[in-house]
């Protein structure tokens, strides 16, 4: 059996802005696209978007820094997001911060020195039934303890 390699290469800026000039109100959809591009939204890139779209940066940064989802600097491979929510917190979140931040050297808003982890709060990831809870990209982890979160972390 031959394995082939798939060279699927990802789509340019300037492909991304086309694509949407077209749509009114789309702006979400194409930062969306954009930032699958580099992971995050740079300066450079929301001015071109602005001047692709005909529209004013400060509106394409308003609508990049509004939104959680979308970064405007790089990140690491690994998005932590700890939930900062009254459950959580009053069900051992903060205990579950400090042994993230012991674990990986970091706090809130940094990234690790490799670019693996980046730590963040978010307000709420709606998993009170099993607070404290983190996720990380996609995948949930709830009823965690200091000691579990650092086996989670060791397992990355």
Known sequence: MTVTSCNIQKPNLGEVI????????????LLHEVQEIDGYLSRDVMQQIAEGLGISESKV???ATFYSL?????????IIRICESAPCHIRGAQEV?????????IKPGETTLDGKFTLEFTSCLGLCGVAPAIMINDQVYGNLTSDRVKEVLLNF
């Open 18 to 29: 086309k694509k949407y000039k077209e749509f009114p109100g789309s702006l979400l959809d």
């Open 61 to 63: 940064y308003g609508v």
């Open 70 to 78: 979308f970064k405007t600097a790089p990140t690491g491979q690994f």
């Open 97 to 105: 911060l400090e042994a993230i931040e012991e674990t990986l050297g």
